[in-house]
């Protein structure tokens, strides 16, 4: 964007142009981890030109006005500065010519800098992957087994009615009768690869294991309380800046994305929450506006294809868009909850609870599920208290 240009010249016959140090044109500028361990700006200096060069300005009454933390040295040849990038972008990222005058400075160029805010993970979809998919043809049919649910919940009220309820939902994937598949592990594959990535699992162990132990985790208490925020006060912006914020400050994440989450004001939330739900691993991020963002995610039905599984986040509207789901990213929200609840939550009073009404009519399963959001979210404040 230009600003209309003083002193009889047109802002339209005036541009700022990029150069590298080394007198190459810039195209873009880059905010990235990608090359070495941190986050740095490249290139880390670059050089700003004026063109054409305003005949009636005099040099000396140029002025420079940058992004708060960035430095500038004027060069020797006119309108030209030596721009120091420091900090976050902040989007628009604006460099702003003004001149000066005896009592005031009036604008003469505003333009927006093309900016690439690009992070990855630890996580490498081709590196870490698991080597099944989210198929029956790869894992074989699973049914839920009294040793995995032993080493999944430590305790559980009425376990063996919880077992063979709720338990057997989840922690499952068959071929029905008609042909139809029913169930699915994404959750334990997801977060069994990035767990795995990230080092953190032993080295004697089963890793099928895992992952059956991992998705049934979903139903700890732990992990109910540690997505029950994300689930009242649904925001994927807020998920997005929160894998950002991860990498920012510690070079990796250990969040998952739970997608087609329902939002938990639509009337057929309860429908939703039983049968919605696909988790994948966020793996890297890029940001060009203040607008939209892009996170590439690792997704366990499509393996093979992590390059092309992209979530786009509208920063402005609040919502998302997931192709291979075909979601409704105004009526879903994503639930970013770290691998910590997964790992060792180890009891399931909650989902224990509900388990014996899943057949219940909808109203008696209205009143438990706020029930037992109500007890969660009471229990969830009390222990937030205590840290």
Aim: hydrophobic content about 40%.
């Amino acid at each position: 964007m230009a600003s209309p240009a003083g002193h009889g010249q047109r802002a339209d016959e005036l541009s700022i142009e990029l150069f590298t140090a080394d007198d190459q044109p810039l195209v873009r500028l880059r905010y990235t981890n990608e090359v070495g361990d941190g986050f740095r700006w490249i290139p880390d200096r670059f050089v700003v030109r004026l063109r054409p060069r305003p005949g009636v300005v005099a040099a000396d009454r140029l002025e420079l006005r940058l992004p708060p933390g960035w430095r500038v040295l004027p060069l020797s040849e006119p309108t030209a500065w030596l721009v120091f990038p420091a900090g976050l972008p902040e989007f628009p990222v604006r460099l702003q010519l003004v001149t000066r005058g005896q009592d005031r400075r009036c604008p003469l160029l505003i333009q927006d800098l093309p900016v690439d805010f690009c992070g990855r993970n630890r996580f490498d979809p081709h590196r870490d992957r698991l080597p099944w998919a989210n198929r029956i043809d790869d894992l074989g049919e699973v049914e839920p087994d009294p040793v995995h649910f032993r080493k999944t919940f430590r305790f559980a009220l009425g376990s063996q009615r919880f077992f063979q309820g709720l338990y057997r939902e989840v922690v499952g994937l068959r071929r029905l009768p008609d042909g139809r598949i029913q169930g699915g592990l994404c959750t334990g594959l997801s977060r069994t690869a990035l767990a795995r990535a990230l080092g953190w699992l032993g080295g004697e162990i089963s890793l099928r294991e895992v992952v059956l132990v991992l998705h049934g985790r979903q139903l700890s208490d732990r992990a109910l309380l540690a997505g029950l925020p994300w689930f009242l006060l649904p925001s994927p912006r807020r998920a997005y800046h929160a894998f950002v914020r991860d990498l920012l400050t510690r070079g990796w994440s250990d969040r998952c994305f739970d997608l087609n989450v329902p939002r938990p004001w639509r009337r057929d939330v309860l429908q939703a929450l039983l049968g919605q739900g696909h988790t994948v691993v966020p793996y890297a991020f890029c940001q060009r506006d203040a607008e939209r963002a892009q996170v590439w995610v690792y997704d366990p039905n499509l393996p093979d294809r992590a390059a092309e599984t992209v979530v786009t986040i509208d920063l402005v509207r609040d919502c998302y868009e997931y192709p291979p789901l075909a979601v409704d990213g105004c009526r879903t929200t994503i639930v970013a909850v770290p691998l910590a609840p997964y790992l060792h939550g180890r009891t399931a009073i909650l989902a224990s609870v509900a388990s014996p009404f899943l057949q219940a009519p909808r109203r008696l399963l209205g009143v438990l599920v706020v029930s037992l959001l109500g007890l969660a979210l009471f229990a969830f404040r009390h222990w937030s208290r205590k840290r």
